[in-house]
Nanobody, 132 residues
Framework: EVQLVESGGGLVQAGGSRRLSCAISGFTFDDFDGDYIIGWFRQAPGKEPEGISCINIADGSGHYADSMKGRFTISSDNAKNTVYLQMNSLKPEDTAVYYC?????????????????????RGQGTQVTVSS
């Protein structure tokens, strides 16, 4: 069973940075036992979930939603079985619960429309609050 645990959230001032971590168990990045994609999403109160970025574990290639390009960077550490989301120049509108999800044999991005879609296990999320 694949399990994901996010960490790194908290309160940050506008203009600041934060790095979120997604620690994954249930498969090992380096063992190539399956072809996984990992995605980062966020959901603000009263809003629909929003895809931020995804990464192909097999080759480390990442993709970003158009609205997220420039301020967010996804990366992975195979030795730690962890995916990161570096967030810079944060704005109050970035306030949300951020969560990661994993899917075996998924597509990053979705070839139909280049959207960030990950159907599979997800973590509980970590709250990021950006103060003005």
């Amino acid at each position: 069973e694949v399990q994901l645990v996010e960490s790194g959230g908290g309160l940050v001032q506008a203009g600041g940075s934060r790095r979120l971590s997604c620690a994954i168990s249930g498969f090992t990045f380096d063992d190539f036992d399956g072809d996984y994609i990992i995605g980062w999403f966020r959901q603000a109160p009263g809003k629909e979930p929003e895809g931020i970025s995804c990464i192909n574990i097999a080759d480390g290639s990442g993709h970003y939603a158009d609205s997220m390009k420039g301020r967010f960077t996804i990366s992975s550490d195979n030795a730690k079985n962890t995916v990161y989301l570096q967030m810079n120049s944060l704005k109050p509108e970035d306030t949300a619960v951020y969560y990661c999800a994993a899917e075996e044999w998924g597509f990053c991005p979705d070839p139909r429309d280049s959207a960030i879609r990950v159907s599979g296990s997800r973590g509980q999320g970590t709250q990021v609050t950006v103060s003005s």
